[in-house]
T-cell receptor, first 112, second 114 residues
Framework: QKEVEQNSGPLSVPEGAIASLNCTYS??????FFWYRQYSGKSPELIMS??SNGDKEDGRFTAQLNKASQYVSLLIRDSQPSDSATYLC????????????WGLGTSLAVNP | GAGVSQSPSNKVTEKGKDVELRCDPI?????LYWYRQSLGQGLEFLIY????????KSGLPSDRFSAERTGGSVSTLTIQRTQQEDSAVYLC????????????FGPGTRLTVL
């Protein structure tokens, strides 16, 4: 089992729809959770971080964390073609080592 | 303020040559990370520096790879005797430390080994 798992996709949604991206992790004591977006040929850029159970909203993006079920999700409302990218989930495990464990990413295509 | 910078942006080298890749982190960031990303693949962790602590080298794929961080700031990733399978984009990221783990990435160095 990978430490951080994502569906590779591609996930295809029509413009204006809600895109739902999911990520599961194996270390029950993981503490910090991140969603990054990576356009083709570019480096990852942070979308959101979440640390506590529940929802966190920022504009069209909502991150949802459920530590009991060990998953974190990202919802993108009113999806736009410019949201087409690969979305990376990253998790910081418990303990002193602060490096992040990365999923392989989900490819999202938003169709006009 | 200035973000993470990396140089060169592109490097083409011949098999067997040594290469050095440079990373300038965001000023004041105590943590620095190197990753490798092959075409269409995920991020592969290479090495992590945190302040004055011993680096976490657990991701370095072979002893041909090494990295150092001078003065707690600039870092250099060195690949000796390059092989064709070393061709990839090498990404550097920094984070503030002190409990804040968000990583900020540089633009990457695209390495091509002929």
């Amino acid at each position: 089992q990978k430490e951080v798992e994502q569906n590779s996709g591609p996930l295809s949604v029509p413009e204006g729809a809600i895109a739902s991206l999911n990520c599961t992790y194996s270390d029950r004591v993981s503490q910090s959770f991140f969603w990054y977006r990576q356009y083709s040929g570019k480096s990852p850029e942070l979308i959101m971080s979440i640390y506590s159970n529940g929802d966190k909203e920022d504009g069209r993006f909502t991150a949802q964390l459920n530590k009991a079920s060990q998953y974190v999700s990202l919802l993108i409302r009113d999806s736009q073609p410019s949201d087409s990218a690969t979305y990376l989930c990253a998790v910081r495990r418990g303990g002193n080592n602060r490096k992040l464990i990365w999923g392989l990413g989900t490819s999202l295509a938003v169709n006009p | 303020g200035a973000g993470v910078s990396q140089s060169p942006s592109n490097k083409v080298t011949e098999k067997g040559k040594d290469v050095e890749l440079r990373c300038d982190p965001i000023s004041g960031h105590t943590a620095l990370y190197w990753y490798r990303q092959s075409l269409g693949q995920g991020l592969e962790f290479l090495i992590y520096f945190q302040g004055n602590s011993a680096p976490d080298k657990s991701g370095l794929p072979s002893d041909r790879f090494s990295a150092e961080r001078t003065g707690g700031s600039v870092s250099t990733l060195t690949i000796q005797r390059t092989q064709q399978e070393d061709s990839a984009v090498y990404l550097c990221a920094s984070s503030p430390g002190g409990g804040r783990d968000t990583q900020y990435f540089g633009p990457g160095t695209r390495l091509t080994v002929l």
